[in-house]
Nanobody, 128 residues
Framework: QVQLVESGGGLVQAGGSLRLSCAAS????????MGWFRQAPGKERELVAA????????YYADSVKGRFTISRDNAKNTVYLQMNSLKPEDTAVYYC?????????????????????WGQGTQVTVSS
C-alpha cells in the first residue's frame, strides 16, 4: 500500500514557475513507477509526465515538453514536477500517481488505468 501526498500548488502569473512535490509512504517507493496527471474543469484527466522507478526514463506530454521536468529522490520517497514558463492553459488540479513496476528500471506508464495509487491533488492556477 502506498499513500501519496502532493504539495506545492498555488497561484502564479503566466511565465512563472512552481515545483510540485509528491511524498510517498511505504518501503517500496524505489520500485514504483510514478506519474503526474492533471485535470482541468470540464476536461478529462491527462498525463503530464512519467518517470521509471529507476529514474532513468521519463515521458512528457507534448504540451509541456521543454517546460516541465519530472524527477525523483528515492532516498526521500519523493517525486517532483518542476514547472517553468507556466501558461494559463496549465491551470488544473495536479495528481501524483504510482504503480509497482513490473518491467525493468526503465519502464514507465502513460495511461491512468495503469496506476494503482493516487494522491488527493493540488491546485495550480496560472493567471494571464
Amino acid at each position: 500500500q502506498v499513500q501519496l501526498v502532493e504539495s506545492g500548488g498555488g497561484l502564479v502569473q503566466a511565465g512563472g514557475s512552481l515545483r510540485l512535490s509528491c511524498a510517498a509512504s511505504g518501503r517500496s517507493f524505489s520500485t514504483y513507477a510514478m506519474g503526474w496527471f492533471r485535470q482541468a474543469p470540464g476536461k478529462e484527466r491527462e498525463l503530464v509526465a512519467a518517470i521509471s522507478w529507476g529514474g532513468g526514463s521519463t515521458y512528457y506530454a507534448d504540451s509541456v515538453k521543454g517546460r516541465f521536468t519530472i524527477s525523483r529522490d528515492n532516498a526521500k520517497n519523493t517525486v517532483y514536477l518542476q514547472m517553468n514558463s507556466l501558461k494559463p492553459e496549465d491551470t488544473a488540479v495536479y495528481y501524483c500517481a504510482a504503480r509497482g513496476a513490473v518491467g525493468g528500471s526503465y519502464s514507465y506508464y502513460t495511461q491512468s488505468y495503469e496506476y494503482h495509487y493516487w494522491g488527493q491533488g493540488t491546485q495550480v492556477t496560472v493567471s494571464s
